[in-house]
C-alpha cells in the first residue's frame, strides 16, 4: 500500500511538474488519486484495449461521431477510418482501439472562458489531459470557432493552449493525437483569424472544415453548394501557401446539406416548383448581408428520404460549376425549397482532390447522418456507397 501510495505521489510529482509554472491545489492533488483509480479501471474485455493507439497512419479518414449519436458505430468501416472525433462511450473506445482507430475527446468544454488566462489555460489542460486518461483516449480535438481580431490575446492564448495541450497530451498518451478544426480558407472566414502559423506547428493535424462555405454571401442572395469543389480547391492552396504541411492537412468534408426555402425574386414573383434559381431570406452573418443561416442543415439519408418519397419538384441534378447536386421539393406547408447537399459522386471528386493534393487525410462532418440500421435494400446501398467512395482517397479497395 505504501509503495502503491508512493508511486501515485512520483506520478504526481511528474504531472504536476509538466504543467508548467501551474500551482496545484490540494483538491487537484485529490482528484489525480482519483483519476489514478479510475485510471487503473479498463471497461474493455482486454486490458490491452485501454492502450493508447501507437500507429502511425499515413492516409487519415477522421471521422466526427457527435455525443449521443443515433445510430450504430459497429457498421461503420474500421477498416478505413483511422480516428473518431468527440464520442467517449467506453464501448465505442474498446470497439475501434480494437480495430487500430484512435477515438479523440470533445476539446470544447469551457475553453472560450480560459483563453486569454495562463493560469487558468494551465489548468484547462491538466483536466484535459487527465479525463482523456481516465477515458483510455487517445488525443483531443480543438474546435474553437469564435470570432478574433489578427494578433489579438485571444488569438495568441488560442494557439498557446494548443502548444501546451500538445506538449502535455504527447508526453502522457504516447502516440495521442491533438488536431484543431479551421475554417476553410485562413483570411477572415467568419471573422475568425486565429494565429495559424501558431496552431500549425502545434498540433498534429488541422482538420480543414471545407463546408459551411456559403456562411457569408456578398454576391446574389441565392441557394448555392455547401462546399464547391473549386473553391474547396482555392482554400486548401490557401493553407499549403501559408506553409502549413501537407502532412498536416486533413480535407474535412460534410455528409449533410442545407435545405432552403425558396422567397419571392425582387419583382414578388414567388419560387415555382421547377425554378432553379432560389431566392434567400436575407439572414446577415459576421459583416454579410446574406448567409446559410436561411437554411437548416440537415443528414445525408434525410436528403435521400425526401427524394425517395417523390415530394421532390425536380430530378436531383449535378451543377457543373460547384460540382454539387441540388433538387427542389414542395415541403408540407406547400412552400417550395431547394437543398444543396454532397453525394458519393460530389464527394469522390473532393477525395481525389485530397490525394491529388498529397494531404495527409480527409474528414467526415459527421458518421450519424447515415442510416446503418434499415433492411431495406436502397438504404442500405445509399450507406454503403458513401462509405466505397472514401475508397478514392484511403486506397483500401
Ligand atoms: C423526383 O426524383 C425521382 C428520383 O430521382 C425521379 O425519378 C422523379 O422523376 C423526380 N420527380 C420530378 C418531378 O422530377
Redesign the pocket.
Known sequence: MLILAFACLLYLVSLTHSIASNTVSLSQIQASFEGEDIKRHCPCASKSLCKPVQRHVDREVFGFLPPNPRKSWESFDFSQLSTIAWTTDPALMCYAHSMGARVTADGRQGLAEVLTDASKRSQWVFDAVQQAESLHLDGINFDFEDPTEPGSSLALGYSLTVKHAAEVFHRHIPGSQVSVDVPWSPYDVDGRNYDWAGLAAAADLLFVMSYDMQSQIYGRCIAAANSPAALVEKGLRQWLDLGVPRSKIVLGLPWYGYDYECQPDSTGRPMQ??DTVCHLAHVPFQGAPCSDAAGSQKGYLEIMEI??S???????QMDSTEMSPF?N?EAKDGSIHQIWFDNPESLSVKYQMASDLNLRGVGIWNLDTLDYESSDPVIHHQTSEMWEALKIFSGRS
Open positions: 416548383p421547377s427524394l425517395r417523390g415530394r421532390n419538384t425536380t430530378h436531383m433538387f421539393y
